[in-house]
């Protein structure tokens, strides 16, 4: 039950960066501009470029922790699942202390965890 639940919580994790990818490298001017909402508005069309890079490694995170899931050996897959969640969280962390306390709760939260449930699982 353990594993289910870590496994649910990693794929939550990924999808909510597939949505972060989206809003970075389709939806910065629209839906870019509640998500981001300390960012001054005449500064999203400027940034474009920057969200849309940003985006992407939002999406090598996602791809990292899916790729997860495709793996057949157990160990690896959750070595691989380890990894990318730490990167989740470190980002999330650092997101937090240079832009805005609230990416901790959104995005390293959740990694943490997910991660925590990973170990308890193994």
């Excluded at 969640?85 to 390293?108: D, E, H, M, P, W």
């Amino acid at each position: 039950m353990v594993l289910v639940i870590a496994q649910i919580l990693t794929a939550l994790v990924a999808i909510e960066h597939l949505y972060i990818l989206w809003i970075e490298m389709f939806a910065w001017e629209t839906a870019g501009k509640r998500a981001f909402n300390i960012i001054p508005e005449d500064l999203f069309k400027p940034t474009k470029g920057m969200a849309a890079n940003q985006g992407l490694y939002n999406g090598f995170l996602a791809a990292g922790l899916i790729w997860s899931f495709l793996i057949s050996d157990i160990n690896w897959a959750e070595n691989i699942r380890l990894f990318f969640l730490g990167c989740v969280i470190v980002a999330g962390i650092y997101g937090a202390i240079t832009a805005s306390k609230k990416i901790f709760f959104i995005q390293a939260l959740p990694a943490i965890i997910a991660l925590i449930f990973v170990l308890y699982a193994s």
